[in-house]
C-alpha cells in the first residue's frame, strides 16, 4: 500500500512541472473508464494527495522541514520550490491552490462532475 501511495504522491508532484496538456493527460490515466461514486472517490483521494504537497511546500517554504508529510520527496520537493512555486508567486500561489482545493471538495460535495473538477483545479497549477 505505501508503495502505491508513494506512486501516487511523486505523481501528483510532477503535476506542478508539466505544461497544462501533460497535467489533462496524467488525469486521464486516473479516471480511466471510471464513473460514478469510484470516480469521486478518485477525486478525492486525488485532491488529499495535492493537498498534502501543498502544505509541505508551504512548510518548506517556511524551513519547517522536520514536518513533512511527504519526507521521501523532500529533494523533489525542494526542486520544484526553487524552480516552480517561486517563480509563480511563492506563498500566495500556495494559499491559492489552498482554495481550489476547498473549492473542489465544495464543487464534489454538490455533485459536480469529479473530472470537470479536477480540470478546473489542473488549470490553476
Known amino acids: 500500500y505505501y508503495e502505491v501511495y508513494q506512486i501516487k504522491a511523486k505523481a ?4 506542478f512541472e508539466q505544461n497544462l496538456v501533460s497535467r489533462l493527460a496524467a488525469l486521464d490515466s486516473w479516471f480511466s473508464k471510471k464513473s460514478g461514486r469510484e470516480a ?7 485532491i488529499e ?3 498534502g504537497i501543498t ?3 508551504m512548510l518548506l517554504s517556511n524551513n519547517q ?10 529533494q523533489d520537493l525542494k526542486k520544484i520550490i526553487s524552480e516552480v512555486i517561486r ?9 491559492n491552490i489552498f482554495a ?8 464534489l460535495a454538490a455533485n459536480v462532475n ?9 488549470i490553476y497549477l
Open 12 to 15: 501528483v508532484l510532477n503535476l
Open 40 to 46: 469521486v472517490n478518485i477525486a478525492l483521494d486525488f
Open 49 to 51: 494527495l495535492l493537498e
Open 55 to 57: 502544505r509541505d511546500f
Open 65 to 74: 522541514n522536520d514536518i513533512l508529510q511527504h519526507g521521501f520527496l523532500g
Open 87 to 95: 517563480k509563480k508567486g511563492g506563498q500566495e500561489y500556495l494559499l
Open 100 to 107: 481550489k482545493i476547498q473549492e473542489a471538495r465544495t464543487y
Open 114 to 122: 469529479p473530472r470537470s473538477v479536477l480540470d478546473n483545479v489542473l
